[in-house]
């Protein structure tokens, strides 16, 4: 079985910046790929981006594309995800989830078979 807990979340302002963390624990090669995904209050779960941890591959949504940044520290069992200039429409709860690989199908929920708790992030205008 394999672990994942996100922190980092708060209230900022609209144009700030705010860093996530996911730390991967137990059997970690079941989420050699790791997602970030938000919930928006009355809404489905939205794909934020992906990062295969082994080969590096990056995915992101169009909307947070020059925005946020994923990256991973393998020596730490650690992805990140750097949001800068925040909007209020980014305001969400933000879960990590991990699968074994990047699919084809990586910006469905239903692909990742682990997630953690979930952070909110609140950006006020």
């Known amino acids: 079985q394999v672990q994942l807990g996100e922190s980092g979340g708060g209230l900022v302002q609209a144009g700030d910046s705010l860093k996530l963390s996911c730390v991967v624990s137990?059997?970690?090669?079941?989420?050699?790929?790791v997602a970030w995904f938000r919930q928006r209050t009355g809404h489905q779960y939205e794909f934020v981006a992906t990062i295969g941890r082994r080969g590096g591959t990056v995915l992101y949504a169009d909307n947070v594309k020059g925005r946020f940044t994923i990256s991973s520290d393998n020596a730490e069992n650690t992805v990140y995800l750097q949001m800068n200039s925040l909007k209020p429409e980014d305001t969400a709860a933000y879960f990590c989830a991990g699968a074994p690989a990047i699919t084809s199908n990586y910006e469905r929920p239903s692909d990742f078979g682990s997630w953690g708790q979930g952070t909110q992030v609140t950006v006020s205008s």
């Open positions: 137990g059997r970690t090669f079941m989420a050699n790929a």
